[in-house]
């Protein structure tokens, strides 16, 4: 092809990354090439955040949907509780850690997914500590002035002697006694499940009816999770989305990034008697699903300088003296497993975003995990994705693959054009067409089926990307996890390999200049790929090869043919 056409190629595809980055700008997603969310900065280590009243920000809010302000607890300091007591529970997947103080969940250990920084112990998740805040809390709101109800500061008292689960159930109690309302929270953990059911039991010991709201809420600052991708964010795709979700019947599937809460430009449904809300960040998420049917409001605000809150304010009723009510909801706290998120709410599986181009990934996807139903091995599994995805283009591939080889065949007819007409362009240009006429070749025709193939590789990405089931997972020999780069640089050095193998395949330009430049192509995207996960390299490895050996075929079939022809 004519390396000014690729050029131009280039320009304009560059062009359209452009245009895309600024309407995801517009439309309030995170830019492309966009610094990090939040910023950050370290808080002091002197004060507990997740125990500070001005901090954690409880909302003491009238009962009423519509209004979920943010106040502090009558009697309660604002500085961290050096009593605080902490309770660990565990079940085969689950660490979990609650604080007696709110009955927070203020640490979790994902036991079968290994730490970023050291494999021999397990990821957490939620953690609580010296210049880190990400912990899930609860209790009552819509007390009246100069009372407080049990809330996320009071103190709780452990109801449960069990610490670890022996059959397939696993039921922790807590207990708080303030303003004359007892409220007691159930956690049920099950075996092999990241699914909690946790109830709100409210008891009314006055002598007069009060009107509660139960409010569930997420709490984070803004530093970067572990185990960030090192690649360039313009190239991390939606899976790599750090912020809060919300999700309705009314809007759907609602981003909201940290720096537009920081900004309070913010723009999610306020109120709705349906859906979930979240904090996700790669691979993993935490999502409060309140009862579905009953009105409450939403609340995403920061506390302090890079603290945030996630909250819904759920306005019970009144409950008369001496009654009682009880308020369930789940609370997922795990890995972004899109078929257990389906089945705890709907919309719940949005979460693993792939996002305008899910129509193509959603099914790239099942047919990924259904291969490694049959294989057993990630690795294996996109070896053999990528062979039936190349497989299924192969008619559009091998069309582009000609238009290349009758282009390499005619490149010495091309430069001898070139030198008869020096810089008469018109004349140039019209001896070419005539050329390409005679010889039914089309210029575009090695663009073109490549184009078109683009939305399918790049739906491929992003499910390699942003499959949890890729995070520690082995595939052979010196590559023990797919989810990160390759140790030894083995993969990335074969793509850059291939890639100049590809170039030697293809019609060589006719400026020296530009041939060097072209040359250097393969240098630029093998060093990217020394970033990128290793089962991303693995695909684009495969890839690589296959499209050597058809266009190898084709390019020699066709010799053999104009050699034929000429006879």
Same mark, same amino acid.
């Given at each position: 092809?004519?390396?000014?056409?690729?050029?131009?190629?280039?320009?304009?595809?560059?062009?359209?990354?452009?245009?895309?980055?600024?309407?995801?700008?517009?439309?309030?997603?995170?830019?492309?090439?966009?610094?990090?969310?939040?910023?950050?900065?370290?808080?002091? @280590?002197?004060?507990?955040?997740?125990?500070?009243?001005?901090?954690?920000?409880?909302?003491?809010?009238?009962?009423?949907?519509?209004?979920?302000?943010?106040?502090?607890?009558?009697?309660?300091?604002?500085?961290?509780?050096?009593?605080?007591?902490?309770?660990?529970?565990?079940?085969?997947?689950?660490?979990?850690?609650?604080?007696?103080?709110?009955?927070?969940?203020?640490?979790? &250990?994902?036991?079968?997914?290994?730490?970023?920084?050291?494999?021999?112990?397990?990821?957490?998740?939620?953690?609580?500590?010296?210049?880190?805040?990400?912990?899930?809390?609860?209790?009552?709101?819509?007390?009246?002035?100069?009372?407080?109800?049990?809330?996320?500061? %009071?103190?709780?008292?452990?109801?449960? %002697?069990? =610490?670890?689960?022996?059959?397939?159930?696993?039921?922790?109690?807590?207990?708080?006694?303030?303003?004359?309302?007892?409220?007691?929270?159930?956690?049920?953990?099950?075996?092999? +499940?990241?699914?909690?059911?946790?109830?709100?039991?409210?008891?009314?010991?006055?002598?007069?009816?009060?009107?509660?709201?139960?409010?569930?809420?997420?709490? =984070? &600052?803004?530093? &970067?999770?572990?185990?960030?991708?090192?690649?360039?964010?313009?190239?991390?795709?939606?899976?790599?989305?750090?912020?809060?979700?919300?999700?309705?019947?009314?809007?759907?599937?609602?981003?909201?990034?940290?720096?537009?809460? @920081?900004?309070?430009?913010?723009?999610?449904?306020?109120?709705?008697?349906?859906?979930?809300?979240?904090?996700?960040?790669?691979?993993?998420?935490?999502?409060?699903?309140?009862?579905?049917?009953?009105?409450?409001?939403? +609340?995403?605000? @920061?506390? @302090?300088?890079?603290?945030?809150?996630?909250?819904?304010?759920?306005?019970?009723?009144?409950?008369?003296?001496?009654?009682?009510?009880?308020?369930?909801?789940?609370?997922?706290?795990?890995?972004?497993?899109?078929?257990?998120?389906?089945?705890?709410?709907?919309?719940?599986?949005?979460?693993? &975003?792939?996002? =305008?181009?899910?129509?193509?990934?959603?099914?790239?996807?099942?047919?990924?995990?259904?291969?490694?139903?049959?294989?057993?091995?990630?690795?294996?599994?996109?070896? #053999?994705?990528?062979?039936?995805?190349?497989?299924?283009?192969?008619?559009?591939?091998?069309?582009?693959?000609?238009?290349?080889?009758?282009?390499?065949?005619?490149?010495?007819?091309?430069?001898?054009?070139?030198?008869?007409?020096? +810089?008469?362009?018109?004349?140039?240009?019209?001896?070419?067409?005539?050329?390409?006429?005679?010889?039914?070749?089309?210029?575009?025709?090695?663009?073109?089926?490549?184009?078109?193939?683009?939305?399918?590789?790049?739906?491929?990405?992003?499910?390699?990307?942003?499959?949890?089931?890729?995070?520690?997972?082995?595939?052979?020999?010196?590559?023990?996890?797919?989810?990160?780069? +390759?140790?030894?640089?083995?993969?990335?050095?074969?793509?850059?390999?291939?890639?100049?193998?590809?170039?030697?395949?293809?019609?060589?330009?006719?400026?020296?200049?530009?041939?060097?430049?072209?040359?250097?192509?393969?240098?630029?995207?093998?060093?990217?790929?020394?970033?990128?996960?290793?089962? #991303?390299?693995?695909?684009?490895?495969?890839?690589?090869?296959?499209?050597?050996?058809?266009?190898?075929?084709?390019?020699?079939?066709?010799?053999?043919?104009?050699?034929?022809?000429?006879?």
């Amino acid at each position: 092809m004519d390396i000014r056409r690729t050029i131009l190629l280039m320009i304009f595809s560059f062009s359209l990354l452009m245009l895309w980055n600024n309407w995801q700008v517009h439309q309030g997603n995170p830019p492309l090439f966009g610094a990090p969310t939040a910023s950050v900065k370290p808080k002091s @280590e002197s004060a507990d955040p997740a125990s500070s009243a001005s901090v954690a920000g409880v909302p003491n809010a009238p009962a009423t949907p519509t209004s979920p302000t943010v106040a502090t607890v009558p009697g309660v300091s604002a500085t961290a509780n050096p009593a605080s007591q902490t309770v660990v529970f565990k079940t085969d997947v689950l660490a979990l850690t609650f604080d007696l103080q709110g009955a927070q969940l203020v640490r979790t &250990d994902l036991l079968a997914f290994p730490s970023v920084e050291d494999p021999a112990k397990p990821f957490t998740l939620l953690e609580r500590a010296a210049g880190h805040t990400y912990v899930v809390q609860s209790g009552l709101t819509g007390a009246a002035a100069g009372v407080a109800f049990p809330n996320h500061l %009071a103190p709780f008292t452990l109801e449960t %002697a069990a =610490r670890e689960l022996t059959g397939d159930t696993l039921v922790i109690k807590f207990s708080s006694v303030s303003g004359d309302v007892k409220l007691t929270k159930t956690f049920t953990l099950k075996r092999g +499940d990241y699914a909690v059911t946790v109830a709100h039991h409210i008891e009314n010991l006055s002598a007069q009816p009060i009107t509660p709201s139960v409010y569930l809420q997420i709490t =984070r &600052d803004g530093s &970067d999770p572990a185990g960030t991708s090192s690649a360039p964010r313009f190239l991390s795709g939606p899976a790599n989305f750090f912020g809060a979700a919300i999700y309705s019947e009314q809007e759907k599937f609602q981003k909201v990034t940290l720096a537009e809460i @920081e900004k309070r430009k913010a723009t999610y449904i306020k109120q709705a008697d349906n859906g979930w809300f979240s904090f996700i960040q790669h691979y993993f998420v935490t999502a409060w699903v309140p009862a579905q049917g009953k009105s409450r409001s939403y +609340d995403l605000t @920061e506390l @302090e300088k890079n603290l945030f809150a996630l909250r819904s304010i759920e306005p019970v009723g009144a409950i008369a003296a001496n009654s009682n009510l009880t308020i369930t909801s789940k609370l997922w706290i795990g890995p972004q497993d899109q078929s257990a998120l389906e089945a705890l709410a709907p919309g719940l599986e949005l979460v693993v &975003d792939y996002g =305008r181009l899910t129509i193509i990934a959603k099914p790239v996807f099942s047919l990924m995990t259904w291969l490694f139903s049959l294989l057993g091995n990630w690795g294996w599994t996109i070896v #053999l994705l990528t062979v039936l995805i190349k497989a299924a283009f192969y008619p559009l591939s091998a069309a582009s693959y000609r238009s290349m080889a009758k282009m390499k065949m005619v490149a010495p007819r091309l430069q001898a054009l070139k030198e008869k007409f020096g +810089d008469d362009r018109q004349k140039l240009n019209t001896a070419m067409m005539e050329m390409y006429r005679t010889e039914k070749i089309n210029p575009l025709g090695g663009c073109l089926p490549i184009v078109i193939q683009i939305p399918v590789f790049i739906s491929l990405y992003y499910v390699l990307g942003s499959s949890v089931e890729l995070r520690g997972a082995p595939w052979i020999l010196w590559v023990h996890d797919l989810a990160v780069r +390759d140790p030894y640089f083995i993969l990335p050095a074969i793509m850059m390999a291939t890639m100049f193998l590809q170039m030697r395949l293809n019609p060589t330009p006719p400026d020296p200049v530009q041939a060097k430049v072209m040359m250097f192509m393969p240098l630029v995207f093998g060093g990217m790929m020394f970033f990128f996960p290793s089962g #991303l390299v693995l695909y684009w490895c495969v890839n690589n090869i296959l499209s050597i050996a058809q266009q190898w075929y084709i390019t020699k079939k066709m010799a053999t043919l104009a050699t034929v022809v000429h006879r």
